[in-house]
């Protein structure tokens, strides 16, 4: 059974920093993109930022690049997403997701049950 359990979220004020993390079972992790998307409330799935199996590709969503910054260890199988300088809009649901899907489709490729992140003053 394929497993992604998101954590790190929480309550943040605007300028400060969290850092995701996703661990993956059952699945081979190693040898996958991984992605990090976000649903904001009443909004539509957003791709952040995604990670290709050996790390040597990154890829951000203008909207967080050069705030966040997406990493992995394969042999934790794990992947993260260090966020800095958070603001208001970055208030959401952040998933974990297998693959690399833009833009991304729920139920295409493995989804973790996601992490809140709350920026609020």
């Known amino acids: 059974e394929v497993q992604l359990v998101e954590s790190g979220g929480g309550l943040v004020q605007p300028g400060g920093s969290l850092r995701l993390s996703c661990v993956v079972s059952?699945?081979?992790?190693?040898?996958?993109?991984m992605t990090w998307v976000r649903q904001a409330p009443g909004k539509g799935l957003e791709l952040v930022s995604v990670?290709?199996?050996?790390?040597?590709?990154?890829y951000y969503a203008g909207s967080v690049k050069g705030r966040f910054t997406i990493s992995r260890d394969n042999a934790k199988n794990s992947v993260y997403l260090q966020m800095a300088s958070l603001q208001f809009d970055d208030t959401a649901l952040y998933y974990c997701?297998?693959?690399?899907?833009?833009?991304?489709?729920?139920?295409?490729?493995?989804w973790g049950l996601g992490t809140q992140v709350t920026v609020s003053s």
């Open positions: 997701v297998t693959g690399w899907r833009d833009p991304p489709i729920r139920g295409e490729g493995y």
């Open positions: 059952g699945f081979s992790f190693s040898t996958s993109y």
């Open positions: 990670i290709s199996s050996d790390g040597g590709v990154r």
